[in-house]
């Protein structure tokens, strides 16, 4: 079975500079995550689709990150314009079902803005 | 929201057993109790979940009171490859539940030395 998959790996931009994350879950799971981790934290979560509708925003800097998962499989996490404070990794991760799901992560984009 | 506390770090050698200790005082009926496993440069990694009792599986085993209010992983033997950050959340399981939102935490990382 196919694990999460995220691209790119690895970016680095210049504050006020835009950039997009991929993300592809395991297949036939309904529920996606976009996660945030800033280096010696845990992942903090920033939004949850469940098929293509938002569950849980609540967290998510709207007035910079934006995400999308048009047609309920693959998603994009765009941020627009970056801070310093926005390096971190960010981590995609999808279950069959709810948050208490089992959740099943990818490797995570590490992102530098300098 | 259901957060959680447990220790910073841990030490231990080669062949001990583990055994890591969460509160979460602030429960719901409906929560479970989950552990991930973190590796630098990965994404988290299922350990174990349960509701009340004792749950075991192939790596670890998980110990909840009666009153639910704790919980603590055990981990039989652990070697160098043990060494991670390890995660207590809790969370309702339900399909596109937003009950109870899963809080990482700092978690606590495990050192295993020779």
């Known amino acids: 079975e196919a694990g999460v998959a995220q691209s790119p790996r690895y970016k680095i931009i210049e504050k006020r500079q835009s950039v997009a994350f991929w993300c592809n879950p395991i297949?036939?799971?309904?529920?996606l995550y976009w996660y945030q981790q800033i280096l010696g934290q845990g992942p903090k979560l920033l939004i949850q689709?469940?098929?293509?509708?938002?569950?849980?925003d609540s967290q998510l800097p709207k007035d910079r990150f934006s995400a999308e998962r048009l047609k309920g499989v693959d998603s994009t996490l765009k941020i627009q314009p970056a801070k310093l404070e926005d390096s971190a990794v960010y981590l995609c991760?999808?279950?069959?079902?709810?948050?208490?799901?089992?959740?099943?992560f990818g490797p995570g984009t590490r992102l530098t803005v300098t | 929201l259901a957060k959680t506390t447990q220790p910073i770090s841990m030490d231990s050698y080669e062949g001990q057993e583990v055994n890591i200790t969460c509160s979460h005082n602030?429960?719901?009926?409906?929560?479970?109790i989950t552990w991930y496993q973190q590796f630098p440069s990965q994404g988290p990694r299922f350990i174990i979940q349960?509701?009340?009792t004792k749950v075991t599986n192939e790596v670890a085993s998980l110990f909840i009171p009666a009153d639910r209010k704790s919980s603590t992983l055990s981990l039989p033997r652990v070697s160098l490859s043990d060494t991670a950050v390890y995660y207590c959340?809790?969370?309702?399981?339900?399909?596109?539940?937003?009950?109870?939102?899963?809080?990482f935490g700092r978690g606590t990382q495990l050192t295993v030395w020779p």
């Open positions: 689709f469940q098929n293509n509708g938002v569950v849980d």
């Open positions: 991760a999808s279950s069959l079902g709810g948050q208490a799901y089992e959740q099943y």
């Open positions: 349960g509701y009340k």
């Open positions: 297949s036939g799971h309904a529920t």
């Open positions: 602030n429960i719901a009926t409906n929560d479970y």
């Open positions: 959340l809790v969370g309702a399981v339900g399909r596109g539940s937003t009950l109870g939102r899963l809080y």
